[in-house]
């Protein structure tokens, strides 16, 4: 079962972003629902959308009055959210819960008063209306609608400056519902969402652009099934178009099973920051060690990059104590730092360089109320900065 952990700062991201808060937009940021129960929710076929939610009953209530304590903080105030699911046809409103308190909270957009939607009935809004309705119907994946809307904002307005990139936007949808990629499209279609769907989504949806864009990356995604990794094209494996929906629970299910893990660097990093998304910090920690040991190069930059929060923090304490000794000890000195993970050994690919068995050795001993004698003799054997590493790590 999961926790919640809801920050000031995470309302306040959400603000710069997108100028509003939604428990569920938080809540699909941090992988505390999966996008894929999300998606099933949306096109019906789940009937509530808490069923996906590993969390207790007292857990949620705790996240609603949280959300209610820090919006009211900031001094915002509520507007209703209406969710209809993206099929065609006649459409109910939405469930997110069978308890009405949760399905109040989870409908709620926190905003700044002054952007709350005002209807000035001395000002014609039919513009803007239909402007805001192709928005809706694009992120909501029904595109013959959103075509609709635009006609109806040509006539209102034939010289908007918005029209021609509102139909490209239309034109790539109805493309996406109308055809499957083909193997000899692939890299065409990838390169076409990459350079000019997405910058154009981002620009014109703002933070609304996610469900339009899921859509494209899922059906990239289903292409890409069963293609076996090759490192001269790695964003065509199928783990890169899952990793941009996000959908995380896929990313693993994929990657686990794929025979060329445990070579690959590449697939190692997406594999760690899969773990970590899915708040399975210790897992991915393990991927981190097992990447050092694989290419260490490539470790360091992905870590210098800022990848993973988590390792980002060990890096620095590792050279904070690491005088002159080896980036390749730097496993060694994150098991010092976490005993526990060792426990995890058992159910993970094994780590392989002596320097990082010698520490594991001595912890496993010490945790079992054992010796650590032989597991430090081997530190020393192999490096006195290493044992000096293992017995200063905190």
């Not at 995470?10 to 998606?39: A, H, P, R, T």
């Not at 990082?356 to 496993?364: K, M, Y």
Request: hydrophobic letters at 40%; a negative charge; charged letters at 25%.
């Amino acid at each position: 079962m999961k926790t919640f952990d809801l920050k000031l700062s995470n309302i306040e991201y959400f603000m710069s972003l997108q100028g509003n808060f939604c428990l569920i937009d938080w809540l699909l940021k941090e992988n505390y629902l999966v996008y894929s129960q999300y998606e099933d929710w949306r096109y019906g076929k789940e009937s509530f959308l808490d069923d996906g939610l590993d969390a207790e009953v007292k857990d949620v209530d705790a996240l609603i009055r949280d959300a209610q304590r820090l919006c009211e903080q900031l001094g915002l105030s509520t507007q209703e959210q209406d969710y209809y699911p993206w099929t065609e046809g006649e459409k109910e409103l939405l469930r997110i819960s069978k308890r009405k308190p949760v399905h109040v909270a989870f409908s709620q957009q926190w905003m700044r008063p002054q952007d709350l939607p005002q209807m000035d009935l001395f000002m014609d809004n039919s513009g803007v209306i239909a402007e805001n309705d192709i928005l809706a119907q694009l992120s909501a994946r029904q595109f013959d609608q959103s075509q609709q809307h635009l006609e109806r904002l040509t006539e209102l307005n034939p010289n908007h400056e918005k029209l021609g990139k509102y139909q490209d936007l239309i034109n790539y949808g109805q493309h996406m519902s109308s055809s499957t990629v083909s193997d000899s499209d692939l890299v065409v279609e990838l390169a076409a969402l990459e350079t000019e769907v997405l910058p154009l989504a981002r620009e014109m949806m703002k933070h609304n652009a996610r469900d339009y864009l899921a859509f494209a990356w899922r059906r990239l995604s289903e292409c890409m099934e069963g293609k076996a990794f090759d490192a001269q094209k790695p964003e065509l494996h199928i783990s890169y178009a899952l990793m941009q929906i996000p959908d995380w629970n896929a990313v693993l299910g994929c990657l686990r099973k794929d025979h060329s893990l445990q070579s690959s660097p590449e697939l190692l990093r997406r594999l760690a920051v899969c773990y970590e998304s899915l708040k399975l910090e210790n897992e991915s920690i393990v991927m981190w060690c097992l990447l050092m040991e694989l290419d260490g190069e490539y470790c360091e930059k992905s870590i210098e990059r800022k990848d993973s929060p988590v390792m980002w923090s060990l890096w620095q304490d590792f050279w904070d104590i690491n005088d002159g000794g080896l980036k390749s000890f730097f496993p060694a000195f994150v098991f010092a730092c976490r005993p526990g993970l060792v426990h995890l050994l058992d159910k993970l690919p094994p780590l392989q360089v002596a320097s990082n068995l010698a520490v594991i050795e001595a912890i496993r001993a010490r945790l079992s109320g054992g010796d650590e004698i032989l597991g430090r003799k081997k530190m020393q054997d192999i490096s006195p900065g290493l044992l000096r590493l293992y017995l200063n790590a905190k």
